[in-house]
């Protein structure tokens, strides 16, 4: 979607639709209020007939409005003016979204954010404007040969009005920035919609390698099984061995900053189909562990957005991907496996394969001297269970790094809560038969796996994400969220 800046006489910029925010009692502020002067009342007029009484969400779309340059007016209910922070903005912007599509009017200019949203300046109104705009419109297409839903003219531009001139650097910073954000977090849906049959590891590493032919700074590695049989990831091989899809160790370098700058490593879990191997899961809704692939995709989504700003920093993004399938030669519940690390771990749920590839991929990460290591994985079925679909779960030991990636989510409306990941809990993974257990029983399962990985992780400042609750949607709005790439862009930009 393309987006521009428009200052000026609201009244008179021709657009097939102008975007007016109204309060609960039909109460018009700011430039509603304006354009209800230009209209002679109109405006208050036709509102009074009790259509559209403000509730958050809802249009009425009104047409001929005198004194207007515009085709249309679609009216957005705001909420209470009292209420109207971020959260109301928001569902405001995918109400008037949402019945853009349903018209034949294909672009429209926005005045929402300039109804000052609680807690947000222009800057983030506008970003949020186009990360929302650009989520809600979003579709899946790549296997669909007819789409009945699909809108007949779809929004392709959305301008955003400013009254003063002297505020358009903030918001054509917003709009590059949520631009660049919500082309991540396409990328990232795209990649975790995409079914188990076609998203392979080999697809995946194809679409690493298109993505570095694509921008300069960005060079793609990708190693192959013979590579990690020699650097011993006895782990990840493992999980891999029970597939007739070999796994691939997907390596992605953006270098945007200084050459000795050490690199930010975002490790991302990339298991295209997670069966539970030999430890296999019911069938009920076993079609969503397509989406056990979302971390590696958001680490795909992540790279491309700091390859579209051009962000001055290093950054590595590691994807260790294989399926996890049952086998006469899979994982079988007490095997032991050496983890490339040295470290052996009985491997008694075939089904935490997660943390196995993992591990190596975060072994693995020492070498590139990290500024910082964060991984981000559909971990745990646990974590779903603590938080829900609304927060991701961070596990980190540094209070620091945890607070700026709690800022970070808050910041781009992709929040993680943070999880304990105390010493306490690392004696549930403790075993007869090797160094660790690749689980650690039925309490605090999210902890545990957060403490598996804390084993592998020594070396460098460190982060988990379990993000198991957040990539996706279940139900009848199932589809990818493209989280957390938001979260990990804001840091990125951030720290930048
Ligand atoms: N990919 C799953 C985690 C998962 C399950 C994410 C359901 C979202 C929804 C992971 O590989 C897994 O199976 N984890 C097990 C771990 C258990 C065996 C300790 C789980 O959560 O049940
Ligand atoms: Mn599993
Ligand atoms: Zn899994």
């Known amino acids: ?54 509730r958050v969400g809802g249009t009425l779309m009104l047409y001929d409005l005198p004194g207007l340059a515009s085709e249309r007016v679609l009216v957005v209910g705001c909420g209470k003016h009292k209420d109207f922070g971020r959260d109301n903005y928001r569902k405001a912007l995918v109400g008037a979204v949402a019945a853009l599509q349903q018209t034949h009017a294909g672009a429209a200019l926005c005045t929402l954010h300039a109804l000052g949203p609680d807690g947000l300046d222009l800057y983030a109104a506008v970003r949020d404007l186009v990360t929302t705009a650009e989520d809600k ?28 001139t002297a505020d358009a650097q903030s918001a054509e910073q917003a709009i590059r920035h949520g631009s660049a954000i919500a082309a991540g977090m396409a990328l990232s849906k ?67 900053g200084e050459p000795d700058a050490k690199p930010v490593v975002l490790v991302g879990k990339g298991l295209t189909f997670d069966t539970g191997g030999i430890s296999i899961k019911p069938a009920a809704d076993m079609d969503e562990m397509k989406y056990d692939m979302c971390g590696g995709a958001g680490v795909f989504g992540t790279v491309l957005a700091a390859c579209e700003l051009g962000l001055p920093i290093n950054l590595v993004g590691v994807v260790p991907s294989s399926e996890n ?46 500024e910082l290591v964060i991984d981000l994985a559909t971990l745990t079925g646990a974590c779903v269970i603590a938080l829900g679909k609304h927060a991701s779960g961070l596990f980190t030991t540094d209070d620091h790094l945890a607070e700026e990636i709690v800022a970070a989510g808050q910041a781009a409306a992709d929040r993680a809560w943070r999880m304990p990941l105390w010493d306490d809990y690392q004696q549930q993974l403790d075993t007869n ?54 979260l990990l862009t804001q840091l990125l930009l951030k720290r930048s």
């Open 325 to 370: 399938m049952p086998d006469g030669d899979a994982n079988k519940p007490g095997d032991i496996v050496t983890s490339m690390s040295g470290q052996t771990i009985e491997v008694l749920n075939t089904d935490a394969e997660g943390r196995l590839i993992l591990c190596d991929a975060l072994t693995y990460s020492e070498r590139f001297d990290p």
């Open 1 to 54: 979607m393309e987006f521009r800046i428009k200052t000026g006489e609201i009244a008179q910029l021709k657009t097939p639709c102008i975007l007016i925010g109204i309060f609960e009692g039909r109460k018009l502020a700011g430039p509603s209020a304006t354009l209800d002067l230009a209209t002679g009342g109109r405006l208050s007029e036709l509102l009074k007939k009790g259509d559209m009484d403000g």
């Open 137 to 164: 419109t979003y579709r899946y297409t790549l296997t669909k040969k007819d789409d009945k839903q699909a809108p007949r003219t779809p929004l392709k531009r959305l301008d955003v009005w400013l009254s003063e």
């Open 433 to 486: 038969f090797a160094d660790m257990a690749n689980v650690g029983g039925r309490e605090a399962g999210a902890v545990t796996a957060a403490c598996f990985l804390a084993r592998y992780t020594k070396a460098y400042r460190w982060a988990h994400l379990d993000i198991a609750g957040t990539a996706w949607l279940s139900g009848k709005e199932k589809g990818a969220t493209g989280r957390p790439v938001a």
């Open 190 to 256: 795209e990649l975790g919609n995409l079914p188990g049959n076609i998203c392979t590891p080999t697809y995946l590493a194809e679409k690493a390698v298109e993505l570095g032919e694509r921008y300069e700074h960005l060079e793609t590695e990708i190693l192959e099984e013979a590579d990690m049989e020699e650097l011993k990831m006895g782990a990840l091989l493992s999980v891999s061995r029970g597939s007739r899809q070999p796994a691939k160790l997907i390596v992605m370098h953006y270098r945007g």
